[in-house]
């Protein structure tokens, strides 16, 4: 069983931060990625950041200069770093960890967390 803990989401004001983590326990093979998307009312899940094992990153364009993804393989965590936020980065927030052993790949989602951003 594999579980997923997000953590940071909250209420901010436009223009300020906040900080996302999420930990992956449980029997997980070799992670390959990790990751977060979100998801608006209305809209389908999107990619926000990405990291691979080899620290690789990818951004949405919408996030670039704003959003920071980190991960910490030793603690199976990555995090996310928002600054500058705006009232269109209003989402649930996952967290997603692809593993991986042979051909064999999981993807793994977290519950999700609220981030709200007033103007």
């Known amino acids: 069983q594999v579980q997923l803990v997000e953590s940071g989401g909250g209420l901010v004001q436009a223009g300020g931060s906040l900080r996302l983590s999420c930990t992956a326990s449980?029997?997980?093979?070799?992670?390959?990625?990790m990751g977060w998307y979100r998801q608006a009312p209305g809209k389908q899940r999107e990619l926000v950041a990405i990291?691979?094992?080899?620290?690789?990153?990818n951004y949405a364009d919408s996030v670039k200069g704003r959003f920071t993804i980190s991960r910490d393989n030793a603690k199976n965590t990555v995090y996310l770093q928002m600054n500058s936020l705006k009232p269109e980065d209003t989402s649930v927030y996952y967290c997603n960890v692809v593993s991986a052993s042979g051909s064999y790949s999981v993807n793994y989602w977290g519950q999700g967390t609220q981030v709200t951003v007033s103007s």
């Open positions: 990291i691979t094992g080899g620290r690789n990153t």
């Open positions: 449980g029997s997980i093979f070799s992670i390959v990625a």
